[in-house]
């Protein structure tokens, strides 16, 4: 699967004003930033366009859904079909409008879960380039999973359990065509091993001290070669170092910070794909 | 070791038979029979032994030369004339005259009538090393084993005077038999010839083989009448149906009693397939299961009351097509794939059956021409199994962009793309888990995957896997202890019936061996009871297939792609001509490659005389119930095979090449070849046939006997010939993978032709005390496997078994000589001291000097050992996650566990608080019907002395129709015949009932 992370476009969601007041969040802790969820959401719009040169399809905000801008979770896109998925949560449920019709623009095979006792997040679906690995968590289910498995059906897909954090991808990612990162917590160690175990294929994996910075973006583009978005350092100093061993990467540090209150990761930003 | 005059008569105790010998000496005078006797020295009573060797000089003469000078001097006056007088080992022999004369007589009367008594065979299948006991036993049946010999001297007699035109009538029956023949003769050949050069020379296979040459001076004319009325009967042909890969049918004629090989061997050169490894046959049973043929038994009674219709298919997907060598295979393994893809069984997403669909069409059409092909000229195909109109459409587009490209291009693309397919190679099978689920087990080249509904989750990698086994409808996994876990855990499911389970296990055996083992395990030879499978696999294995790829040398194969021509191609077959050459080729190279590891000398190498005698030993040996199978056997000898050859050389152009393709498969893969590549000599099928013989099995059998000295060798070839086409119906669990950790370091031999030198190193050191041993430890030593780096450090680390090392505690105490068990062998003294240690035979590296102490802990259960009653279920991978192991009782089964402990009064403290040394420790495993033994045997040194320990657990499996205690009784025998000089230190009797039993 040399075609693994050779993006051509990405399919974003301009932020609503409401996502700082009434986006879902797992903790309460600390409030949003309206400005500095923009100025970070900016910053990685500028990336993917003007530094990586991705054709960045930007879908119009909607006060009413205040997540819309996670617009992973609504479309799982393989090769050239795509899975509009049935968000975990209701709310959202209706953020997948939007996105079927940007998808079906852009001429991709549309499979959609109409099942009723289906759910999925994207942020669930980890797709390796040679397999799929589907988080069971709160936000997705066994069915969800098998309608995956059967839109994607040249691939193994396994299930992962997920006992702690939102999604499957909250504590990993793919950051090489081979390499898996993952964060230290026992959740994200044990969810490794079934992840190793379930698969033919050997990955390596890239440990990371946090969890959240685990979720990084890995693209593969033409006269960039390997290409990383990961954190910061300044939010995640010793996972930054890990990253930065990377040598033969493309490392470009992307700020998450506000967003990471609202469980928003880097990979949820954007759906990456080529046509 | 006195024989008594009643020789005859007396029963196990009596090595030798000295009343044969001595006939044969009085007939023949044959001056080497003194040079057999010296064979077998100290051991074995010099006066019988003698007598025996006797005979021997006449087939045998370069045996007898051998041995006879160390002894010559004792030898030479008994050998000539039956008087007395000239004998020095007179004493027994002058006794014996009576009885001898006697014997002859009857003998000669009685043959006829006697011709098919199966009591030899007994002595053969079980395979018992020991000299001792093979000995006894041959005195035990005295007349039957002559009897049978007899009519096997016939039939060679017969085959060596017939002219090939008489042969020929006989045909399809003769063909198996020589099949089967030649394969025994190979494989007795090797172990013969390093009999010769060994001192010790087994007696017992002297005399057999002298008896046989008795029987035939004096009874020539018996054995000529006796043939033809076996020919008859053998002559049942039956027509079976063969579907290809293509569609098309082919059929073909086999003997009735016929063995899968021969039909698949018949459809590969129909095919000119040179790489079948990959193939095989199957066929639906009566539920419409499909089966696998097993090569190595009697097609009818596998396929019992179904048709004799079959289809040809693939059953080991290579993971990796482009390292296949011919293009010819790769173009059958698109077939394969095509079937499986419009029927469903390999799912593929729409890109992907266009894409494949299109390859597909390239190969078979050639260039898209706009002009030829209308839009509906791809309608034909079936891509998909539900296929739309669009995907036509996407696949004529895609079709177009092969412009150019080759047939064998298009296959290799086809292929390159199918092999990423998740499900490609897996072999899907219902089931339930522990919890009543449905899931689907997939076997495949890397282990087990489960499935629930499309979902994978879990998997089991072959490494992670220690034990497969299957009860009742239920199949049960063992897995290894993950980093964290101490424990082995127990995975259950449950199959719709028995015959699923079994099947399912079948397959993961197959599987196992195929992908992951370097060579083939070695079937267990059962010594007593029977029950539970004996499966193996004994083809080649992926290792050993692709050594042999590598190595094949014939020009490319020629052969039609087109799926519209099917019927044409199915009537003209592969080329004749090709055939034949390629037949011959092989047989040319079968004389040359004599690899050491492999042994195939049957052909030309041998002198004539050896040729014979090899068949007629194996067929002496091995005593088959079926009297007239055997006779046509011996008729149908290596010998006849021969001049067919010599007549076909001519005709033969590519002989070099195909010779050196032909050696390569030997030397790469021990197993059926042989046998196959000797049908081939024949070349034309009309003379070939004939050779075949069902008996095939019984050689077998015989094989073990031969080989005790060279354990190697003999080992090696046994696997295919080891029909054990009688065992066949298992009942209840057995025990397949032990990927335990085996102390051998030689073991991961990456050459398959190396590991077969390695196996023979070792079994000779360890050789001759029990057959199931040495068929054994070669096999787990090579069963190390080098793919997969993590478990790599734990397979190689010698003792690194756990248990073993555990339980070795080294006794300081003298043994006790006494053995609280009734059986307690008094002949055999424990005592520690006697200076060299017994175990030695089983037991590559021995301490000498150091004083052996053995403890034999004998295990009856109807359980596997290392009983948990309860066994943990991990049937997916929440259960894994949530509760680290969450303990569950097992499916179903209700057991009642009883242990018991019977230990000798001295050893019980063994304990002397001094650990010794460990200085070795091993673990074999060997199977039989409803017995599973594994024997650890550890070395220990201290102060000075070495002790050894062997512990032998044995698991007695079966339902209430086994007698339990006489299987307990009849192991504990079996342990103390193994090691005489040891002691019976403990035994300890689990004993394990299932209370509440399912159906299947």
Redesign the interface.
Known sequence: ?SDFGKYTHAIMRAMPASLSTAALRSDNVSPVDPLGVQREFDHYVSVLRDRLGLQVVMLPADEELPDCVFVEDTAVVC???ALITRPGAPSRRSETVAMKGALTELGL?IVEMNDELATMDGGDVLFTG??FF?G?SKRTN?RG??IL??T??????????V?EGLHLKSFCSMAGPNLIAIGSSDAAQ?ALK?IQ????CKYEKLTVPDDRAANCVYMNLPGKGDVLLHCTPEVFPESTKVFERLKSHMLIPVSNQEKMKVDGALTCLSVLLRI | MTTEAGSETDVKKEPEKVPEVEQQQEQETVPPQTEEQSSKPAESEAPPTAAAAADQPQEENQIAEPQSEPEASASPDPSSPPAASAQKKEKGISRFLPPWLKRQKSQSQEKPAESPTPHTEPIEEKSVKEEDEEEKKSGDQPDGGAAERTEEVEVKEEAQSRPQEEEQEKEEEEKEKEEEKSVGSADTQPAREEREGEPEVKESEEKKEEKKEQEQVIQPEESAALLPHKLSKKMKMVVCHVTLLDGSQFSCEVEKRAKGQYLFFEVCEHLNLVEKDYFALSFKDNAEQRCWLDPTKEIKRQIRNSQWQFAFSVKFYPPDPSQLTEDLTRYLLCLQLRQDIASGRL??????HALLGSYALQAELGDQDPDEHRLDYISDFQFAPNQTKELEEKVMELHKSHRGMTPAQADAQFLENAK???MYGVDLHHAKDSEGVDIMLGVCA?GLLIY????????F?WP?ILKISYKRSNFYIKIRPGEAEQFESTVGFKLPNHRAAKRVWKVCVEHHTFFRLTSPEQPTKSKFLTLGSKFRYSGRTQAQARQASTLIDRPTPYFQRTSSKRISRSLDGAPMVNISDYSRAVDSAAGGDNGPALELNSDSKAPQVELEEKPSVDVATSVTSESASKTDKGGAGAPQTKDLDKTQEDVLKHQASISELKRSFMEAAPEPRPSQWDKRLTGSPATTLRLQAPGAPQISSSLPEADRRDASKSTEVKPEVNGQPEVVEVVEETVVIEEVVKAKPKSPTPEPESAAQDRSLSSDSESEDEAEYHAHTPSISVQLIKEEPEEELNQQAPPSEPEPITETEPAVPAPSAQTEEDEAPNGHSPIPEAPPTETEEEEPHIVNGGVSRVETEVICCSEPPVVKTEMVTISD??A???TEISTKEVPIVHTETKTITYEAAQLDGNGDGEPGVLMTAQTITSESLCTTTTTHITKTLKGGLSETRIEKRIVITGDSDIDHDQALAQAIKEAKEQHPDMSVTRVVVHKETELAEEDD
């Open positions: 699967m090769g050239s079909t095979n040679k397999e589907v069971l066994q999973a098998e498995a059967n994607f059906k040249d691939y193994a897909v396994s299930t992962i359990p006992e044990k079934v175990q379930m698969s033919d | 799912p593929c997403s729409f890109v992907t990423k397919l998740s890397n629930k509904d499309r979902l994978r989750i879990n998997r990698a992670k991978t929440f894994a996650q949530k």
